[in-house]
T-cell receptor
Framework: GAVVSQHPSRVICKSGTSVKIECRSLDFQATTMFWYRQFPKQSLMLMATSNEGSKATYEQGVEKDKFLINHASLTLSTLTVTSAHPEDSSFYIC????????????FGDGTRLSIL | EDKVVQSPLSLVVHEGDTVTLNCSYEVTNFRSLLWYKQEKKAPTFLFMLTSSGIEKKSGRLSSILDKKELFSILNITATQTGDSAVYLCAVGETGANNLFFGTGTRLTVIP
């Protein structure tokens, strides 16, 4: 149980392109999902908390107009990197938790984004 | 300020060795400490610890938390090459869903 699927796993595109990444909870409902970013040899940095049916909560320094998050259902959250530039190249990972107290986060396989 | 500090940053051992990975933390309202294993892709969940002194065990892996000293260790006995990965420690606070991650310990197990 608690499987999180992330798609696509790898994206290579030109500068200025907008890229959408999907995060799905396959066998459970997730009212909250999280989006992280990880640079090489660094740890995961939380970008935003995605709440079903409401606006996402962004961490300090993360541009909400740059990283659009939509959590339209209990099993799907999307992250759109708008007008991506080379500095946006990174590993983006989503996670979700089962409902209830003290539940661990379960991670998707991540999306490696390369902007040329 | 670093909320979660892991040590060592990297470790190289031979198969069969036992290793201990360290995680110290500093958060205002501690809720839980989690250990994850990250290979090439996203982290996979290992343990979640909320109470001091209670060891959690899964096969050759075990972990324990000391809430007084704000510290946790992850032990791996009889290491295998498949244990090679980055081991991440993360801490959650009460009233918040997000986790604070350490930078990880990169473990390499040599045959």
């Amino acid at each position: 149980g608690a499987v999180v699927s992330q798609h696509p796993s790898r994206v290579i595109c030109k500068s200025g392109t907008s890229v959408k990444i999907e995060c799905r909870s396959l066998d459970f409902q997730a009212t909250t999902m999280f989006w992280y970013r990880q640079f090489p040899k660094q740890s995961l940095m939380l970008m935003a908390t995605s709440n079903e049916g409401s606006k996402a909560t962004y961490e300090q320094g993360v541009e909400k107009d740059k990283f659009l998050i939509n959590h339209a259902s209990l099993t799907l959250s999307t992250l759109t990197v708008t007008s991506a530039h080379p500095e946006d190249s990174s590993f983006y990972i989503c996670s979700a938790t089962l409902q209830g107290p003290n539940q661990p986060q379960h991670f998707g396989d991540g999306t490696r984004l390369s902007i040329l | 300020e670093d909320k979660v500090v892991q040590s060592p940053l990297s470790l190289v051992v031979h198969e069969g060795d036992t290793v201990t990975l360290n995680c110290s933390y500093e958060v205002t309202n501690f809720r839980s400490l989690l250990w994850y294993k990250q290979e090439k892709k996203a982290p996979t969940f290992l343990f979640m610890l909320t109470s001091s002194g209670i060891e959690k065990k899964s096969g050759r892996l075990s972990s324990i938390l000391d809430k007084k000293e704000l510290f946790s260790i992850l032990n791996i006995t009889a290491t295998q090459t498949g244990d090679s990965a980055v081991y991440l420690c993360a801490v959650g606070e009460t009233g918040a869903n997000n986790l604070f991650f350490g930078t990880g310990t990169r473990l390499t197990v040599i045959p």
